[in-house]
């Protein structure tokens, strides 16, 4: 059984900071690309940024120079480190993983969400 467990959200006010964190437990053989999502009310949910097994970034062109995504693979987690928080940023983030539990079979897994919210 494999597990994403997200912890960071929260209420913060236009232009402050948070760091979202999402760890993977279970027995896992490995752990490909990992990433943040995010769902606002009535939207799609879409990419905020992923991040390669070797360290490789993508971001969406409305939170690059503003959102970092790392990883520890030690610890089977990932970051994400928010600044300059916009109002439009608000939404539900969800941790993605492509995790492979024996060789050679990989499956998308999710976190529950975490609430953020950008607001004065």
């Known amino acids: 059984q494999v597990q994403l467990v997200e912890s960071g959200g929260g209420l913060v006010q236009p232009g402050g900071s948070l760091r979202l964190s999402c760890a993977a437990s279970?027995?896992?053989?490995?752990?490909?690309?990992m990433g943040w999502y995010r769902q606002a009310p009535g939207k799609q949910r879409e990419l905020v940024a992923g991040i390669s097994s070797g360290g490789r970034t993508n971001y969406a062109d409305s939170v690059k120079g503003r959102f970092t995504i790392s990883r520890d693979n030690a610890k089977n987690t990932v970051y994400l480190q928010m600044n300059s928080l916009k109002p439009e940023d608000t939404a539900v983030y969800y941790c993605?993983?492509?995790?492979?539990?024996?060789?050679?079979?990989?499956?998308?897994?999710w976190g529950q969400g975490t609430q953020v919210t950008v607001s004065s």
């Open positions: 279970g027995t896992i053989f490995s752990i490909n690309g």
């Open positions: 993605n993983a492509w995790i492979s539990l024996q060789i050679g079979v990989s499956k998308a897994y």
